[in-house]
């Protein structure tokens, strides 16, 4: 697996990735729609997710694809459809045109975001409960993946990461926390698992006051985390208020994208 292609190489969890997956033998594709500065060991491609050919060209001689690029939060349903809806078709077609056996899909907690945290852990293969349009298409990436896991022999991993950043941003945030380092060990984890075939598996961090979804598929690949958000506790309850029992991001997995308005990705 001397060749892996990152879709979304400039965004924030491929930025994050970089680093912690390179390894000496590693070449690291950078596949993002602005163009990415490569480093050693890194070569930079400039193209959507959404062209066919580029992609198929991205992916030459390439033995696993990790596909982040998308829009990442809520967004109008037509831009939705044609970015990650028909990118991730065109990524996962792609790669079998290529002949790549592994993809990696950064799906979310918003494909089951409806998800009451009253009935947590919510486990693993859990039934979709998208909670906006772009929830809507991390469900149908998962679909995606199962129909070319299935139907073309590919490793397919959907990840349904939760709140990947440098630090707990809210309170709440202090149960969803996925760190870069985890993040890191997770991605590695799937692209390393023998022979994964279908999963479907949840990214968190082994934060102490988590608990809210299954890490026993993450860990059958593999996967341990070892951060723990308690580390940033004090500062970030000393920062931000907690929410209100009866507010919908208190109650369901994709906190406030349950709301009647969610955040919208700038465009």
């Known amino acids: 697996m001397s060749i892996i292609v990152i879709t979304g190489a400039g965004g ?8 912690r997956l390179g390894a000496p033998g590693r070449v690291l594709r950078l596949v993002d729609v602005v163009p990415v500065a490569a480093g050693a060991g890194e070569e930079a491609v400039t193209a959507s997710v ?4 580029a992609m198929t ?14 829009i990442p939060s809520e967004a109008p349903w037509e831009r939705v459809l044609d970015v990650n809806i028909n990118g991730t078709y065109t990524v996962l077609e792609a790669a079998r045109r290529a002949g790549v056996r592994r993809v990696v899909f950064a799906s979310s907690n918003h494909a089951v975001g409806f ?3 009253d009935a ?11 909670d906006t349009f772009y929830g809507v298409s991390k469900v149908a990436g998962e679909a995606l993946g199962a129909l070319y896991s299935r139907r073309h022999a590919m490793d397919v991993v959907c990840v349904r990461i939760l709140a990947c950043f440098e630090k707990p941003v809210s309170v709440r945030s202090l149960s ?7 993040a890191g060990r997770l991605f590695e984890a799937c692209l390393t698992a023998p022979s994964p075939g279908f999963r479907v598996i949840f990214g968190v961090s082994a934060n102490t006051r988590g608990g809210w979804v299954s890490l026993d598929e993450a860990r059958a690949l593999g996967y341990e985390p070892r951060d723990d958000s308690e580390a940033y506790a004090a500062e970030v309850i000393g920062r931000h208020a907690d929410l209100a029992p009866d507010d919908p991001a208190a109650r369901y997995l994709g906190g406030d994208f349950t709301s009647p308005n969610p955040p919208m990705a700038s465009l």
């Open 12 to 19: 924030r969890i491929g930025t994050m990735l970089r680093p």
């Open 50 to 53: 959404t062209d066919m050919d």
């Open 57 to 70: 060209s991205a992916c030459a001689g390439a033995g696993a694809v990790i596909h982040l690029g998308g």
């Open 115 to 117: 998800a009451p945290l």
């Open 120 to 130: 947590a852990p919510i486990p693993d293969y859990a039934f979709p409960a998208p």
């Open 176 to 182: 969803a926390w996925l760190s870069p380092d985890d």
